[in-house]
């Protein structure tokens, strides 16, 4: 089983995450939106705050990648909103189970930590390891969204997956 804590995001991370997502083979096949602006700080890279955030992943003392959540309404805000989350794993830890345990700790962190009754994630239809990963952790498939992202001189497809309160098992475990 793989070890990986999640903390919250440090100082320190930031020159790790701008070099990771500098290029496309860092930021990954599905996640390489271009160049973007150097130097950015904390707020700006994701630190915790009431829309969302930012934890740092650490295996063996070395930082691994990084999952985000961040704040998505289906109506009235007060009422009609859950959490969106995301994660990326430095391209050198890929295939390795650090995603499906990150995923799995970050869902666990939600529901224990806020009222959020959905979780929800999104991912392009041909991102396959994305799709086996949630559904190992718990995600039902809802359906595809279509072009709701531009990247690459394209629009591309997605799926939505969710987890409910009520879905979560001993099987998060």
Wanted: charged share 25%; glycine share 10%.
């Amino acid at each position: 089983m793989v070890n990986v804590r999640l903390r919250p995001l440090e100082e320190a991370d930031l020159p790790i995450f701008e070099r990771a997502y500098s290029t496309r083979a860092g930021a990954g096949d599905y996640q390489w939106f271009g160049f973007s602006q150097p130097g950015r700080g904390l707020a700006e890279m994701g630190a915790i705050g009431p829309s969302g955030g930012r934890l740092t992943a650490v295996l063996d003392g070395r930082v691994v990648g990084s999952v985000f959540w961040f704040r998505r309404e289906w109506g009235l805000p007060e009422t009609s909103w859950c959490w969106e989350v995301a994660l990326h794993v430095h391209a050198e830890e890929r295939g390795r189970g650090i995603g499906n345990h990150c995923l799995k700790e970050l869902t666990r962190y939600l529901f224990d930590h806020t009222r959020a009754w959905r979780i929800q994630a999104i991912t392009d239809t041909g991102n396959t390891s994305s799709q086996k990963m949630l559904t190992r952790a718990g995600f039902l498939r809802e359906g595809v969204l279509r072009a709701p992202q531009w990247r690459e001189g394209r629009w591309h497809d997605h799926l939505i997956y969710s987890l409910l309160r009520s879905d979560v098992t001993p099987a998060l475990d």
